[in-house]
């Protein structure tokens, strides 16, 4: 039977790399999704004077980290309690799963992503000139002196063909 302190310092640890590789497998959600409605602040129309289709090169993580490093302090940790014995049974215990969270954490992918962007400048009816830089979409494509529908959402915005 264990020791209360090393039973104390075994629950410690365990729930500290627990928390650890759970706040590390957060995702990010997006503020609006396909077939959701948002509150348009403003409309405005305009033609678009200038065309740019530019690129921009992003580093993605891997969305399942924290689930490898979860993965590899837990195998790190059935493997280290294989050896040793007594107080160093726990110690190797730790350590097998802290050397196995950081392979498990280490071994996650990140990769490079190719953002597809246009660069569009708009003269609105009334002189006024903006730049927005969005998404290419391949279904939607500008020229100059296209007629172009400005669209504010809450702290966005979004430029379409006018209809």
Wanted: glycine fraction near 14%; proline fraction near 2%; aromatic fraction near 10%.
């Amino acid at each position: 039977m264990l020791k209360p302190a090393a039973l104390h310092f075994r629950l410690i640890w365990s729930v500290f790399i627990l928390a650890a590789s759970l706040g590390l497998c957060a995702g990010v959600d997006a503020a609006y999704e396909r077939n959701q409605a948002v509150p348009v602040e403003k409309v405005e129309y305009g033609y678009v004077t200038s065309v740019r289709n530019i690129t921009q090169t992003q580093l993605v993580e891997d969305r399942n980290q924290g689930w490898r490093t979860f993965g590899g302090a837990l195998i790190g940790g059935v493997i280290g309690h294989q050896f040793g014995g007594g107080s160093g049974k726990d110690v190797a215990t730790v350590l097998g799963a802290l050397i196995g969270g950081g392979i498990g954490h280490r071994s996650g992918d990140d990769y490079y992503q190719q953002l597809k962007l246009v660069e569009l400048m708009i003269r609105y009816e009334d002189g006024q000139e903006v730049m927005v830089i969005q998404d290419y979409d391949p279904g939607m494509i500008f020229n100059v002196d296209d007629e172009v529908r400005v669209v504010y959402l809450q702290g966005r915005v979004r430029v379409d063909l006018a209809m």
